[in-house]
C-alpha cells in the first residue's frame, strides 16, 4: 500500500473516530473560524473543528490532486493536550499518532 493510500485510510478513520464520539458536525464554522492564521486555529476552532473542517479536507485535496505530501509533521500532541477529558479523546489521539507515525522522518 503506497503513502497516499495509507494517509486515506487514516483520515477515514480519523472522521469515522469523530463521529462515533460524537464530535463530526454538519453545519461548519463561520468564514471567519475557519480563517485563523493561529497554529491548529486554536483562536477560534476546537481540535475537533480543526480536524475536521481543515485538517482532513487539505489532506483529502493532496491526495485526490496526486499532490506530494508533506515530508514531516506532528498533530498527535495537540490533539492529545486539546481532546483531554473529552468523548474519545484515547481513540482520536490513537489515530492522530497513527498518522504522524507516516509523516516522522526514518
Request: charged share 20%; aromatic share 8%.
Amino acid at each position: 500500500m503506497s503513502k497516499h493510500e495509507k494517509v486515506g485510510t487514516l483520515l477515514l478513520a480519523l472522521k469515522d473516530t469523530l463521529a462515533a464520539h460524537g464530535h463530526w458536525q454538519s453545519e461548519p464554522p463561520s468564514s471567519e473560524a475557519l480563517s485563523s492564521v493561529q497554529p491548529f486555529a486554536v483562536d477560534t476552532l476546537s481540535c475537533a473543528e480543526w480536524l475536521q473542517w481543515i485538517f482532513i479536507p487539505k489532506m483529502a485535496f493532496l491526495l485526490q490532486q496526486g499532490q506530494p505530501l508533506p515530508e514531516s509533521f506532528s498533530i498527535a500532541p495537540y490533539v492529545e493536550e486539546a481532546m483531554r477529558g473529552q468523548e474519545g479523546h484515547a481513540d482520536i489521539t490513537r489515530v492522530s499518532m497513527d498518522i504522524d507515525a507516516l509523516f516522522t522522518p526514518q
